[in-house]
Structure formats: C-alpha cells, structure tokens
T-cell receptor
Framework: EAQVTQNPRYLITVTGKKLTVTCSQNMNHEYMSWYRQDPGLGLRQIYYSMNVEVTDKGDVPEGYKVSRKEKRNFPLILESPSPNQTSLYFC??????????????FGQGTRLTVV | DAKTTQPTSMDCAEGRAANLPCNHSTISGNEYVYWYRQIHSQGPQYIIHGLKNNETNEMASLIITEDRKSSTLILPHATLRDTAVYYCIVRVNYGGSQGNLIFGKGTKLSVKP
C-alpha cells in the first residue's frame, strides 16, 4: 500500500530540546516536502526536496532543518524548538516527473507542542 | 500567494450533489487544476486533477471552463463523510518549485443530514 509515514504522531517537548520528526515513503518518489498547519494560516510549506541531497526552502523555513540522504526518508529537524513552532506538521511526497500519477500523498500528521 | 479563489464555506444536503467552484483567472497554459481535501486534521487527500478537459474518477468530477479561468468540483452524491475543507490548487504537473503545492484557505463543505 502506498504510504507516507510520519513519526511520532504526537509530541510534547520543552523549549530548546532538539527533536527530529521522521518521514518515510514507499513509492520511490523523488519529491518530498514538509508543511506546517496553524489555525487561520492554513498549510504552509517549510522545506522541499527534489531528490537525494537536493533540498530547498519553502515559505517558512526559519528554525527548521532537513536532510535527504536516502530517497525514501526526509526528516524534519528542530535544533532548538520554540513555542511558536507548536503546530500540526505534514510530510508529503510525489513523483517529480511529468505525466500521470502526479498527485501528492500526505502523511497523517505530527502534532507538536513546545512548552 | 495561492492563485485561486474559493468560497469560504458551503452547505450541502446528504445525497445531493455538491458543486464547489474555484476561480483561477491567472492560470498559465501549462498549469493543471488540482483538488485536494482535508478531513478534520488528517493529511490532505488527493481528489482529482485536469488540464482543460473535464475529468471524472471514482470520487468526483472536475469541470473546467473553456477559457480555463474557473472550474467546478462535483461530488455527485455527497455523504456526511465528505464534510471537509476542499482545496483548489493550480500547478504544473512535474517537479521543481513551480510544481509546489501552495494551499489557500479552501472551502469548508458541510454535508448535513
């Protein structure tokens, strides 16, 4: 079954304590991305990756890092989380090629609370 | 900024067709119209996409006007489980930043018994 898997689903942490949210896809997709969703602000893109070792900033990259060492994994790293990073996070993947099957698949989300 | 305009909310009676409009007057010739929905706080789910011809799949139909400046997503027989926020997005159908999904506010569809 085609899947994008995020872990953890829920996380409460303290300010300044480094954390990583993992994202893995089993569809051999080249393109992966991270979004955050906040009330009234909608879904905003944090980072995206066109392929292994190729990453780029989205609309709200401040305070986040990503890496793409393997095609299937795209972890989101918060080196020093702050309360304003409390949000619902989604990972997504899709093919980067033209043609059919270009829809994006999303993970089930990670609800992060930073206190 | 999102390149689409959608009504903030709509209601639909269960079993009736839900018609969700979207304006995209600045759409480029190589951009497709994509529809996604988000049920409560789940991950967005792909529904359908099209370039200029009308499209239909097991979930919905997509009607695109001849000038491509607007489109309508049709859920033929809405159920309570179709209550969600529906997003209309225009993008190219391949990789690159032009292919990023940029979400607007969407339309909150409420299906009522």
């Amino acid at each position: 079954e085609a899947q994008v898997t995020q872990n953890p689903r829920y996380l409460i942490t303290v300010t300044g304590k480094k954390l990583t949210v993992t994202c893995s896809q089993n569809m051999n997709h080249e393109y992966m991305s991270w979004y955050r969703q906040d009330p009234g602000l909608g879904l905003r893109q944090i980072y995206y990756s066109m392929n292994v070792e190729v990453t780029d900033k989205g609309d709200v990259p401040e305070g986040y890092k990503v890496s793409r060492k393997e095609k299937r994994n795209f972890p989101l790293i918060l080196e020093s989380p702050s309360p304003n990073q409390t949000s619902l996070y989604f990972c997504a993947s899709r093919t980067a090629h033209r043609g059919l099957g270009t829809e994006a698949f999303f993970g089930q989300g990670t609800r992060l609370t930073v206190v | 900024d999102a390149k689409t305009t959608q009504p903030t909310s709509m209601d639909c009676a269960e079993g009736r067709a839900a018609n969700l409009p979207c304006n995209h007057s600045t759409i480029s010739g190589n951009e497709y119209v994509y529809w996604y929905r988000q049920i409560h706080s789940q991950g967005p789910q792909y529904i359908i996409h099209g370039l200029k011809n009308n499209e239909t799949n097991e979930m919905a139909s997509l009607i695109i006007t001849e000038d491509r400046k607007s489109s309508t997503l049709i859920l033929p027989h809405a159920t309570l489980r179709d209550t969600a926020v529906y997003y209309c997005i225009v993008r190219v159908n391949y990789g690159g930043s032009q292919g990023n999904l940029i979400f607007g506010k969407g339309t909150k569809l409420s299906v009522k018994p």
